[in-house]
């Protein structure tokens, strides 16, 4: 237990301690009175505590925030200028950090995908939401169709991010041979079959 929750452990217990028998109290009684104890026996040592306990606070909602921005991939976050992976997360998460998945090179996330399929197998219990697990789904098929197309952008340079690799494959899909392959495809045929 660190000094902080020693320290406000001792304070809580000595002020319930003080509570009598049959005195209705709620929690926010006892963490006013613990408040004012702490603050009242030495203000230095009630600021260092009140700026770790708000440090805890909000590090939590930050974590709880990004694990649920990553959980509601959809096409609001539109993560890559891709058509087609509307459910890839915007924020890949590693050992308990976040990195924008722009920012992210191929190991990353692969390390993230990887840790993501393990989730997705261990959703096999009943309370599962079906609709959690088909978006949950599609968004693995998503991950492993990125990971083929953009794999190749990263032969020889594994420094590389995604978001780089993104750019090279729009500027891939932008030349004449491909506006060729995609007329062609549109009508109906295929592109080997019909060169000219």
Do not use: C
Not at 86 to 98: M, R, S, T
Not at 118 to 138: F, G, I, P, T, V
């Amino acid at each position: 237990m660190s000094d902080t929750s020693k320290t406000l452990v001792d304070a809580i217990r000595a002020t319930t301690e003080l509570q009598g028998d049959g005195i209705l109290f709620e929690a926010t009684d006892i963490a006013q009175a613990v408040i004012m104890r702490l603050a009242t026996d030495s203000a230095k040592e009630w600021l260092e505590l009140r700026d770790t306990i708000v440090m805890k606070v909000i590090v939590n909602a930050v974590r709880h925030e990004m694990r649920r921005t990553i959980a509601r991939t959809d096409a609001r976050q539109q993560a890559l200028p891709l058509e087609g992976f509307e459910h890839v997360p915007q924020f890949i998460e590693l050992d308990g950090a976040w990195v924008n998945l722009r920012s992210a090179t191929l190991e990353q996330y692969r390390r993230y995908r990887t840790s993501f399929e393990a989730k997705l197998s261990s959703y096999n219990y009943a309370r599962r939401s079906e609709a959690r697990m088909k978006r949950d789904k599609e968004t693995l098929r998503e991950m492993l169709r990125l990971d083929r197309k953009l794999a190749p952008y990263f032969a020889g340079n594994p420094d590389m991010t995604i978001g780089q690799a993104t750019e090279l494959h729009l500027a891939d899909l932008n030349t004449p041979k491909a506006e060729h392959n995609r007329t062609i495809a549109k009508s109906g045929g295929s592109a080997k079959r019909r060169r000219t």
